[in-house]
């Protein structure tokens, strides 16, 4: 099993800044890594998928990035609505997994 | 509209069975993968199930093999997961969402979520 250990798990953070999550494969994924955000009481929503694509509707100030074992997930300017917990998922192998999570929440 | 509206949540003892339902509509329900994937309380997401188009793949993680049972009814626009033999451990919200892609690498539609309690 694949395991993705996501940091840091909570970053405090003012709207406006610039917020970088990680996450990290225990072996190579190669660019088979998804970005979701969720947010309290709803479904994870797609953000980036591919390592790199964004999801349709998804605003340009998020953005995906690596390959192999090490992605970011980079917002580029945080707005009010971006703090939520934020998941990466792979799929190279089975089972399916997912990180455990990078709250953002605000400073 | 892509739409996913999971059912039959709810509580039930240790040991006991529930049968989930996913209503899809929106797209061609026949075409899509479809998975279920749950997240217990405070906790994060955890896949465990995925059933292809013609329903003639299935997998599990390893938590709940040999106790669900993952299907479809691509007739009604329906998939399905039977759970058995349920624990304290399976109390969570179930969300069935679809692979957005033929590769079955992300998830581009969920549905809200419906809640399992597994307690006496």
């Known amino acids: 099993e694949i395991v993705l250990t996501q940091s840091p798990a909570t970053l405090s953070l003012s709207p406006g800044e610039r917020a970088t999550l990680s996450c990290r494969a225990s072996q190579s994924v190669s660019s088979y890594l998804a970005w979701y955000q969720q947010k309290p009481g709803q479904a994870p929503r797609l953000l980036i998928y591919d390592a790199s694509t964004r999801a349709t509707g998804i605003p340009a100030r998020f953005s995906g990035s690596g390959s192999g074992t090490d992605f970011t997930l980079t917002i580029s300017s945080l707005e009010p609505e971006d703090f939520a917990v934020y998941y990466c998922q792979q799929r190279t192998n089975w089972p399916l997994t997912f990180g455990g999570g990078s709250k953002v929440e605000i400073k | 509209e892509v739409q996913l509206l999971e059912s039959g949540g709810g509580l039930v003892q240790p040991g006991g069975s529930l049968r989930l339902s996913c209503a899809a509509s929106?797209?061609?329900?026949?075409?899509?993968?479809m998975s279920w994937v749950r997240q217990a309380p405070g906790r994060g997401l955890e896949w465990v199930s995925v059933?292809?188009?013609?329903?003639?793949?299935?997998y599990y993680a390893d938590s709940v093999k040999g106790r669900f049972t993952i299907s479809r009814d691509n007739s009604e626009n329906l998939f399905y997961l039977q759970m058995n033999s349920l624990r304290a451990e399976d109390t969570a919200v179930y969300f069935c969402?679809?692979?957005?892609?033929?590769?079955?690498?992300?998830?581009?539609?969920w549905g809200q979520g419906t809640l399992v309690a597994v307690s006496s």
């Open positions: 969402a679809r692979f957005g892609r033929s590769d079955w690498t992300s998830f581009d539609y």
């Open positions: 929106g797209f061609s329900f026949s075409s899509y993968a």
């Open positions: 059933i292809s188009g013609n329903g003639g793949i299935r």
